[in-house]
């Protein structure tokens, strides 16, 4: 179960960063798959905060703070894809200069 869970988090996680570098990252797929990211977040934070991890004392506050970090991220950026319709996001802009 747990190797399950780590492979969809990972596939998830890889997802969102291939929809980052990808030129249009404002399509229903990366949406969608931004949503499921936060909710994934959330989720794991909303189950930290109820049953903290049995870790010394500093660890489930860093993990909690990790998570909630996190869930803000992918709801920021999905609510920043709903104003960038059409909009190109570009990594690194092409080389001009003199042929």
């Known amino acids: 179960m ?6 969809l988090m990972l596939w998830g ?3 969102a960063i291939f929809i980052t570098l990808k030129r249009d990252g404002s399509g229903a797929t990366a949406r969608f798959v931004t949503l499921g990211m936060a909710l994934f977040w959330i ?3 909303a ?4 049953r903290p991890p049995p870790f010394p004392a500093p660890l489930p506050i860093v ?4 998570a909630i970090l996190l869930a803000l991220l992918f709801c920021t950026a999905l609510f920043a894809s709903r104003f960038s319709k059409g909009v190109k996001c570009r990594i690194a802009a092409p080389a001009v200069g003199p042929a």
């Open 2 to 7: 747990n190797a399950m869970l780590s492979f």
């Open 13 to 15: 996680g890889l997802s």
């Open 43 to 45: 989720l794991n934070a």
């Open 47 to 50: 189950y930290q905060a109820i």
């Open 63 to 66: 993990f909690l703070a990790f």
